[in-house]
């Protein structure tokens, strides 16, 4: 099993990212796919997440309006659109799998990626 974050990297505030997810080992159109984040010195927390059919959508509160979740399960990929990127936004993201529902706990997940940097400064 495998999932790979990319487009992570350095934005000055305001500006836009959107950060991939690529699965493999395991039946993607099964699981629901979430990205969290950790910034230094927090917690791990839920950021957004989609249902393995794609029609159940959850953002956190200090994302909503500004981030979107997407998923292409021909390409086992999922995405995350960051746009009017925020210096509290600075964090690692991770994207991580559960079978079937999301939910928001991250004990939850069954697999997670290595993480990508998101760096918004000016």
């Known amino acids: 099993v495998q999932l790979v974050e990319s487009g992570g990297g350095l934005v000055q505030p305001g500006g836009s990212l959107r950060l991939s997810c690529a699965a493999s080992g395991f039946t993607f159109d099964d699981f629901a796919m979430s990205w969290f984040r950790q910034a230094p010195g927090k917690e791990r927390e839920f950021v957004a997440g989609i249902n393995w059919t794609g029609d159940s959508i959850y953002y956190a509160d200090s994302v909503k309006g500004r981030f979107t979740i997407s998923r292409d399960n021909a390409k086992n990929t999922v995405y995350l659109q960051m746009n009017s990127l925020k210096p509290e936004d600075t964090a690692v993201y991770y994207c991580?799998?559960?079978?079937?529902?999301?939910?928001?706990?991250?004990?939850?997940?069954?697999?997670w990626g290595q993480g990508t940097q998101v760096t918004v400064s000016s």
């Open positions: 991580a799998a559960r079978y079937k529902f999301l939910v928001t706990g991250s004990q939850n997940y069954d697999y």
